[in-house]
Every structure is written in C-alpha cells, then in structure tokens.
C-alpha cells in the first residue's frame, strides 16, 4: 500500500539520511522489528538499549512510509475527547491514557537531549478552540475533566481567544503539555543509536511471512534470506490489520500544506502554539524551525492512493483557504503538499501486545493523531514483555480491552 503522495516536506527537506543495506545472506536476532518508520526506531532503540540483540527490516527505504507524511504535533490530546473516552471506558481508564500521553511528551524530550541531533524537537503548548457557541457545553466538560487528571490547562474564553489570537471563536483550552518534531529525522538518529548498541537495520527488505518453531521464530524475507529470531515485533501500523481477525482499525486520508519560510522574527502567532480544531474532522496547525508554517486536515475516508492523490489539489486550496480566514494577515506561500493515509480505531487509542492468534508476536498498531506519541508507548511496552517485566500501560492498550 502506498501510504502517502510522492513529495512530503520531511523527505524533500532532509534527503536521504542514512543509506541501510539490503538483506541479502541468512541471519540470527533475539528479536526481530518488522517497519523501520518512527515506531520500528523507538521500538528498536529501547531494545538495543536494554542489551537486547535487535534486527530491523523494511520494504521501503528507512522512514519513507507514513512517517515521511506525519506533521509531528506531539500531543497528549487522543482523538476522543477525555469526557467521552471516560464515558467509554470508565474514568480511571481514560484519565490514565491522556495522562500517559502526557508523560509520553516529555519522555521524548529526555530520548532527544540524549541523542547527537535535536532532530527539531521543540517543547510547546497547545491550543484547542471551537468556533460554534453550540459546542460551548462539551469544551467546559473537556476543559474540567483534563482538570480533574492533573492536566495544566487553561480556559479561554471567546475575548480571550481574540486577546491572544489573530481569529475569534467561541472558547478555547490552552495546554501547558506540547511539543512538535521532525519524525523523518528523528527515525535516522534513533536506529544509528541503536546500531552503535545491539541493533542491525535493513532496508529494501520485505517479510514474505513467517512461523514458530518451538521458542524460535523462523522469518523468510522477500529475497530469499531466512533469519531466526525468539520474538518478531510488528512495527508496521495499521498495515498489519490484513493478517488480523479482529478488525480494529479504519484507513483515512489525510492532506497537509508546508509553507515558504515566513520573514520575520519571534512567533507567527502566540507563542507558535500547536493549533487543532474541535470538529470533525478537525484542522491542525504548527511552525518549523525555520518558520514555516504546516497545515493539515480534510480528512476523509482513504479508498486508494490514486484517488486520495488526485484530491491534494483540491485539498490543498481548501486548506489555505481556511489558514486565511484564521490569519489573514500572515503570508503564505505554498512550498509544498502532500497527503497521507492513518488509521483510526473506535475509542481513539492504539493497540500494543500480544494476540493469541500469532505467537511469539507483539504487535503496535491503530494510531490516530498522536501517533509518535503511541509510538514511544508502545516501545516501552513491547521491550517490557520481551524482558518478561510488567508495564504499568500495557493493560490501557491490549488487543481484546
């Protein structure tokens, strides 16, 4: 599946990082990373860092699937709203996804101070406004149950919107907790961390498939090469929903806009705040290191790559449209556009574990807009159940909840 259009700012900015051979002789691992995008990265860091002897395959050149698409808004904020998600799962469930969401922020944090590239990580808040007075009732629950889990929020009202901002809408939740990062780039640093420890990456490499023999996972490789392995680790997102029988993700199309680097000094807007949208779907915004400015959205239900494509166009005039409306007098010269597919799952968070259905077999998959986020989740808690530890998220997250 192609999961993204042919020029994504990340790829077109940073090039080829980092050249990853082929597999092309039989090989042996402890534990075996299938998808070398952001998850794969993060899930092979944390293994190598614990001494775990650490193989990664993709199909495709490193980081160029769905994470050469990704904006990089990193969030606490799951694509269920916290009221709805505690009337879905109960309150203890709920509060304690959003809170390892945001403690996943600054663990990402730590992880990039200590690697030798910033690779653009850049703390900051978050604004989440609505432009309808109807949703006014919703956002005030929103806004006191983040209170409730001990998130640092403030409520704006529509004066206080306008005080801050360039637009006017009917109410807003400002968050302490943000960041945003280059995903592209911080893939390539992760995986050279990893090879200087206990890690082997390979690119152009895809699984035909693989089985259990004993405590053995044997995997053959698109070329012919056979690797054994005591554990595989699909890193692959929703593409590894095909091999499963529970049905748990669906495919959207989503479209983003990056700029030409915007004159001037200080912030574009308040304090180059991450800017998301209550609606659905939703509109998002954020600034680069070199001032410019990504908008994305437009979301609509993915069918295949041709179509999804054919629409940037149309897409990307849409989305200036609405970047003009919001801040009229910013300029914005279109650099370059893009579209890609995500998965979504019912409740708005991942699944990351084990299904009986595939022995010897983690899985990280179903990501919605905080994607990198679940990622660093998910690599705590597939490195704990191959070291046979007990993590404190693994429940919040498993297949069957």
């Known amino acids: 599946m192609d999961l993204r259009s042919a020029h994504p700012y990340w790829l077109l900015k940073n090039g080829l990082l980092t050249a ?25 860091y944390h293994l190598a860092e614990a001494g775990v002897s650490t193989m990664v395959l993709d199909r495709r050149d490193i980081g160029w699937g769905s994470t050469a698409a990704s904006t990089a808004l990193l969030q606490y904020e799951i694509d269920t709203p916290l009221h709805e998600l505690e009337a879905k799962l109960g309150r203890d469930h709920a509060v304690r ?16 101070n200590s690697l030798d590239d910033d690779c653009g990580f850049k703390a900051k808040p978050s604004l989440y406004y609505s432009g309808l007075k109807r949703d006014l009732t919703g956002m005030k629950k929103e806004f006191a149950a983040r209170r409730r889990a001990g998130i640092a929020v403030e409520w ?21 907790d943000g960041a945003q990062v280059d995903a592209y780039r911080l893939t390539h640093t992760l995986l050279q961390a990893a090879c200087q420890r206990a890690a082997r990456v390979h690119d152009r490499t895809g699984l035909a498939g693989y089985e259990v023999q004993g405590n053995n996972v044997i995997a053959t490789t698109e070329r012919g090469s056979t ?13 590894a929903q ?12 989503s479209f983003a806009l990056v700029s030409e680097p915007v004159a001037g000094r200080g912030p574009i807007w308040h304090e180059d705040c991450l800017i998301w949208e209550h609606a659905d779907p939703y509109l998002y915004l954020r600034t680069t290191e070199d001032r410019r400015i990504i908008i994305g959205g437009e979301d609509e239900d993915f069918r295949d790559a041709d ?54 077999a983690s899985f990280t998959l179903g990501f919605g807009g905080n994607g990198i986020i679940y ?25 069957g909840r």
């Open 375 to 399: 990622s660093l989740i998910a690599a705590e808690i597939v490195r704990d159940e191959i070291l046979g530890k007990k993590n404190e998220h693994a429940e919040l997250f498993r297949f």
């Open 20 to 44: 990853y051979p082929a597999l092309e002789r039989d090989a042996r691992c402890e534990v075996l990373v299938v998808g070398g995008g952001i998850t794969g990265a993060l899930v092979a």
């Open 227 to 239: 690797i054994r392995a005591r554990h595989i680790v699909f890193a692959t997102g929703y593409e």
């Open 156 to 176: 704006w009202s529509s004066r206080e919107v306008t005080e801050h901002m360039a637009f006017q809408k009917a109410c807003a939740i400002y968050s302490q």
């Open 97 to 112: 996804s959003y809170q390892a969401c945001r403690d996943a922020i600054y663990k990402v944090q730590t992880l990039v």
């Open 307 to 360: 179509r999804r494509d054919a629409l940037i166009e149309s897409k990307s005039a849409t989305l200036l449209r609405k970047f003009r409306r919001l801040f009229p007098s910013v300029p914005f010269e279109v650099a370059f556009a893009w579209a890609g597919t995500f998965g979504e799952t019912k409740d708005g968070l991942p699944y990351i574990g084990q299904t009986p259905e595939f022995p010897r």
């Open 242 to 253: 095909g091999d499963l029988d529970q049905k748990i993700v669906s495919l959207h199309s």
